[in-house]
């Protein structure tokens, strides 16, 4: 994480005034900023990231 400003891969905000989610994918180095889980949660559904996906709980 930095402390530089960075805007938000959603919508665009400085994420540093708000309470920041940072996202890496896989082995990448790079991290998405988002300014917080409601605008990463936002860019999965309109992105439709978690489409197909399942999760399965043995009980």
Known sequence: ???ESA????CGCDVTVH???YVREGDA???????N???L??????????VG??????L
Not at 29 to 35: K, L, S, V
Not at 41 to 50: S, T, Y
């Open 7 to 10: 805007d938000c891969a959603y």
């Open 19 to 21: 309470d920041p989610v």
């Open 1 to 3: 994480m930095s402390d």
């Open 53 to 58: 996906t399942t999760c399965s709980v043995d």
């Open 29 to 35: 180095r790079d991290e998405t900023p988002f300014c």
């Open 41 to 50: 949660a936002a860019h999965v559904e309109e992105e439709g990231l978690a």
């Open 37 to 39: 889980y409601g605008c």
